[in-house]
Structures are given as C-alpha cells and as structure tokens.
C-alpha cells in the first residue's frame, strides 16, 4: 500500500486524510500530521520518503501565540529542490484546502508549478472521483520514475506502440525526455495533455465531435463501443483522467460513413451511428442555432456543449501553449451572450472584441 502525508495545522481537519485514501494492497493511506519549522519539516518529509504529500494552504493555526510564518508554497519548494538532487524519490505534491484559499492560491501566479493538482475540502468532503485521481498520481508517478532512465521515455509514458509513437511523436512531445525530475514531466503532461484538448478528448469533446447530446439515452453504450475499439487512453494518469485519443477517433470515423463525420451535421452523424451499432442516440442541439442540422467541432469550454467552431471565440490564455498540440480554449457564442463564461472563470481574448461587441449588443442574434 502506497503511505502519504496530509499536513494541515488545525487537528480537527485530520478526517480529509480518510478521505484520500483508498484501502486495499494497491491503495493509498494517508496519515495526518501538523506542520513544523520549515526547514526541518522538509528534511523529515523527504526522509520519510512519502509517495504523496498533501498541503493545506494556510500552515498555520492563527489561534497560537507564535503562529508559523509560512503558507504551503515556500514548503513545496523546498520539497521540489530536494527532488532534483534524487529523482527516485519524487512524488506528487497537492494542495488541499478550502475553495477561498485555493482561489488565492491561483492569484499567485508563480506557485502553480509546485503542486501537481488543487483539491478543494468541499469537494472531497462531497465525495467523487478525487481519492481515485490521486491515487493515479501516486501511480503516475512511480511510472514516470521506473522508466525515467529508458530511451524515448515519453512513448513509455503514454503506453504507445510503435505505430502509434510514430503518429504521436510530435518534436514538441518528445521534448519531455530533456527534463531533470518527474515532477516537472508530470507537470506538463497534467496540464497540456491531460487537462487540454488536443492529443487527448476529454468526455465532452469525443461526443461533439460525434455530434451526440450527452443528457440522452445510450451514451453510456457508445463509449463501451470506443472502448472495446481500443480508442481509450491507457497511459499515465489514465485511471484517474478518463480520455481518448484524438488520432484514433479520427482513424475510427473514417470508417464509419459514406462521409467523414466531420463534414456531417449533428443529426446525420448520429443517425449513422444508431444504424452502424443498433443504439438510439439523439443529436446535439445547437445552443446558438437551436437545432441539430450543426456541424460542432468541440465542446465550449465554458458550458461543455458541442460547440460549433464559426459561432465560438477564442478564450484568453495568460500563458503561451508551449506544445503545438494543446488547443486553445474557446467559449460559445451562447455563453458570450449570457456572460456565463465569467462564472466557469474564463476569460474573453481582446482579438475577438469586435465580434463579442456585436454579440453582447444584439447585432448577432441567433
């Protein structure tokens, strides 16, 4: 069973270390424990040799006399320089804490790099798929570490064959063979590859691209059928993260119709599909037209509807995509509209001004 630390100043928060773990041989327990002086807490961390170390934000109990001086950032740093001397002994940082702090953590730009993921107490004490994600890390991790030393590593990581590493092997992916630690490997394929569109679909973005509505019946059908089409990712970080690859999807349309899918409208690519598998799919319904003659090409990134590329506009990205294959984000025009990409925390990018103001104004009307 793999051991992990949760280290949060207030004692009566030691029931989120239950909630982490996962029983059984290949499981994860992780034990609570509260912070100490900085330097020394990270010597006893990394002496320890964790497989996961779990932060809440604010390291300190405000109600002590001398409370600590520092938050979980200085302590993941620390714990990062430590693993590039050793890369065997890496692991998956994560901050837990409560939604406001994790907001605030976000605000701090140059502290994104330290954790692997962010998990909010709410969502954990709810429940959900957050113990199974990371335990994924947990795993990811010593995968990324068993085979950090093998040649073209980055094949390794994804669980390619040889053909398929000759159609992912991007120069931008095999890139991540000149990095010194796992953790900065991990780093980029959780937020390029696992958490963008691009090499991998997400839930959303296989069923607009197949022009399905996902709230309708035999949805759950259609992706046992991709999965026994072997279309599902494998690689790392796959038990925690569900995805497909894009390029097998694409291969798999091609024989599908008479026409390629994406030349299709939502309502024809679904009638194939129910006649192709015997299922009763229904088409996506535009949420701008209002109709299902759509030709969608993704799933807003704001409201997670198949999307249609002419009626979206491009999301503002702080950072440069530093992969070719990472695709932007893109908000629906709907969205637009309703101003509801502001709640999903979404910005609009100012090369598509014009077109926003046109929409928001009621010149473009669906």
């Known amino acids: 069973m793999y051991q992990g630390i949760f280290i949060d ?105 330290l954790f692997d993921r962010c998990f909010s107490k709410e969502e954990l004490g709810n429940g959900g798929s957050q113990s199974l994600q990371i335990l994924s890390l947990v795993k990811g991790y010593k995968h990324l570490i068993k085979n950090w030393n093998k040649p073209e590593r980055w094949s390794i990581f994804f669980g390619l064959t040889d053909q398929e590493r000759v159609r992912v092997g991007y120069q931008a992916i095999r890139e991540l063979d000149k990095f010194k630690a796992p953790h900065q490997v991990a780093r980029d394929i959780l937020r390029y590859v696992i958490d963008r569109q691009g090499l991998l679909l997400d839930k959303d973005n296989v069923l607009a691209e197949l022009g399905v509505a996902k709230e309708k019946r035999d949805v759950d059908a ?43 409208t939502a309502k024809e690519r679904v009638s194939c599909l129910n006649k192709k598998f015997g299922l009763k799919l229904s088409p996506a319904k535009s949420r701008w037209q209002g109709h299902t003659e759509a030709f969608f090409s993704f799933a807003c990134d704001s409201c997670h509807q198949p999307t249609e590329e002419q009626y979206s506009v491009a999301a503002y990205d702080p950072l440069p995509l530093p992969y070719t294959f990472a695709r932007a984000h893109y908000i629906c025009w709907k969205c637009v509209e309703t101003g509801e990409f502001k709640d999903n925390g979404l910005e609009l990018d100012e090369g598509e001004t014009f077109i926003v103001k046109k929409i928001q104004n009621g010149e473009i009307r669906k």
Not at 29 to 53: C, G, H, M, N, Y
Not at 227 to 242: A, D, H
């Open 9 to 113: 100043a207030i004692e009566a928060n030691k029931r989120f270390a239950d909630l982490m773990s996962i029983k059984g041989p290949h499981g994860l327990r992780v034990t609570f424990q509260k912070p100490s002086e900085l330097v020394t807490l990270a010597q006893e961390i990394s002496a320890t040799q964790p497989d996961l170390v779990a932060l809440d934000y604010r390291l300190n109990d405000p109600r002590k006399k001398r409370p600590l001086g520092y938050k979980a950032g200085p302590l993941a740093q620390q714990l990062r320089d430590q693993a590039l001397e050793t890369v065997s002994q890496d692991f998956p940082i994560i901050l837990v804490s409560h939604q406001d702090d994790i907001k605030a953590f976000f605000e701090n730009v140059t502290a994104h790099n």
């Open 222 to 264: 259609l992706l046992e059928i991709l999965k026994q089409e072997k279309l599902m990712y494998t690689g790392i970080f796959s038990e925690g993260w569900t995805r497909w690859w894009s390029h097998s999807l694409d291969d798999w349309e091609k024989n599908l119709c008479d026409e390629h899918l994406g030349n299709m």
